[in-house]
């Protein structure tokens, strides 16, 4: 099993984005989804996460700038308008199970680096 973001780049203040994250592999099922982000120095926090039945929660600082949504396996992460104060590397990550196993096991993406520029 393995999540795989896309979508990162280099913004301008005020702009737009939208990542992806594909899980693929043996799965069963996809419980909660979510993202984080690391900005340069800090360490890695919350962002947004969603539940296999659409419910959403937010981190503070980006209610009303972000919207996450998932279609089965894939989680996507909306953004707008954008600071600075947003450029980070995001990360998914995923609850899944695997075929032939009962147990749920989180997964990480590898990351994907958004700069916005002031």
């Known amino acids: 099993v393995q999540l795989v973001e896309s979508g990162g780049g280099l913004v301008q203040a005020g702009g737009s984005l939208r990542l992806s994250c594909a899980a693929s592999?043996?799965?069963?099922?996809?419980?909660?989804m979510g993202w984080y982000r690391q900005p340069p120095g800090k360490q890695r926090e919350l962002v947004a996460t969603?539940?296999?039945?659409?419910s959403t929660h937010y981190v503070d600082s980006v209610k009303g700038r972000f919207a996450i949504s998932r279609d089965s396996a894939e989680v996507y992460l909306q953004m707008r308008s954008l600071t600075p104060e947003d450029t980070a590397v995001y990360y998914c990550?995923?609850?899944?199970?695997?075929?032939?196993?009962?147990?749920?096991?989180?997964?990480w993406g590898q990351g994907t680096q958004v700069t916005v520029s002031s």
């Open positions: 990550n995923a609850l899944i199970r695997r075929m032939g196993n009962p147990a749920y096991v989180m997964y």
């Open positions: 969603i539940t296999s039945d659409g």
């Open positions: 592999g043996s799965i069963r099922s996809v419980g909660n």
